[in-house]
């Protein structure tokens, strides 16, 4: 349905990605070398809570399913319906999410050594994007007609954000920021991380 819809997505040594859209709610496949991941479904009035992860023993019940198979990639799906809110944590690999045509409330994202490469769209008036990283590369892709605003919390952390504007108090925004109907917040944390905010 076109309810909100959390997920919360994680895993180690994992690459994830991405790029198609599914019928159902939610979809992935899985190629492993070893473990498992389950896949948990709770639902109330107003929200879908989905729960995704890697786990170190098999549990089945209603409601859960185990998923078993041979390298480190997630190939995800999902639903073009809901709008999304995503908690997503990955200890160490990569994620590539390709969120044009998904209507995403919020992003939050929790990495150790992990690459992170996301693109978003323009289907809500406010998209926010939290980053917590640490020895990882970021890039982000945000829309043109978005206006963006970056806040920035990092250590010896390179930055480069085309297109975008330093502000007095520290912000980073793109010069349409004001006057764009839709706007994207971007928080940035991270330590030895690379961070790039680009324009498409």
């Not at 498992?36 to 989905?50: G, I, P, Q, V």
């Not at 330093?166 to 912000?171: E, L, N, P, Q, T």
């Not at 920021?177 to 944390?189: A, C, E, P, V, Y």
Request: proline share 2%; glycine share 8%; charged share 25%.
């Amino acid at each position: 349905s076109a309810k909100k819809t959390v997920l919360n997505l994680s895993g180690g040594g994992t690459s994830f990605k991405l790029e198609n859209t599914t019928d159902s709610l939610f979809d992935a496949s899985v190629v492993k070398r070893k473990g498992e991941f389950s896949l948990a479904k709770t639902t109330t009035d107003s929200t879908n809570t989905l729960t995704f992860k890697m786990n170190s023993s098999r549990s089945n019940s209603k409601n859960k399913w185990s998923f078993n198979a041979g390298t480190s990639k997630v190939n995800v799906r999902l639903n073009t319906q809901p709008m999304w809110e995503m908690n997503l944590k990955l200890g160490a690999g990569d994620l590539n999410f390709d969120l044009t045509k998904y209507k995403i409330r919020t992003l939050n994202f929790d990495g150790g050594a992990a690459d992170l490469k996301i693109k978003v769209g323009q289907l809500l008036p406010i998209t926010d994007l939290k980053i917590k990283t640490g020895v990882s590369n970021v890039e982000i892709s945000v829309p043109k007609a978005s206006g963006c605003r970056i806040k920035t919390h990092t250590g010896l952390a390179s930055k480069d954000f085309k297109g975008f504007v330093k502000k007095d108090d520290g912000y980073y925004e793109t010069p349409n920021f004001n006057t764009s109907k839709n706007k994207i917040f971007i928080n940035l944390d991270g330590g030895l991380a690379s961070f790039e905010v680009d324009t498409y």
